[in-house]
């Protein structure tokens, strides 16, 4: 084994890593689900593929877009970040003229939502769910 083998590999690992991390920063993210709030469409546990770019480009440090080419539609599940800062997972029930949305989790009894925080801005969406298994 040549002495340019471990360096080449290396370099193929530090790639793969830098990519995926560009990937997941920008493009694609994967989320686990916790809590029963979006009960039976989404059971605790369940893998969340969130795609960054469904409505729009934002820098991923960023909390706004930088480019905005959709709004949420009514029964899209989206990502976000609460009020509080904490991440959830719900459906968009409505848009307020403030470029707000409604966030309304499926199993209501027990969903901490728009109905205890109220609006949440569009900006705090950090995307939609594309794939849930």
């Not at 979006?38 to 893998?47: F, L, N, S, V, Y």
């Amino acid at each position: 084994m040549e002495r340019t083998e471990p360096l080449r590999t290396s370099q193929a690992v530090l790639g793969a890593l830098v990519t995926a991390l560009f990937v997941k920063a920008c493009f694609l993210d994967v989320v686990i689900a916790q809590g029963s709030s979006m009960k039976p469409a989404i059971q605790p546990g369940a893998i969340l593929v969130i795609g960054k770019l469904s409505y729009g480009f934002r820098l991923p440090w960023s909390e706004k877009y930088l480019v905005r080419w959709a709004e949420p539609a009514i029964g899209d599940v989206v990502v976000f970040w609460t009020p509080s800062g904490v991440t959830a997972v719900k459906r968009c029930a409505g848009i307020t003229r403030q470029r707000e949305f409604i966030a309304r989790g499926d199993n209501s009894t027990v969903s901490l939502d728009s109905a205890s925080y109220g609006p949440v801005p569009i900006d705090h969406i950090i995307g939609k769910a594309l794939w849930i298994k």
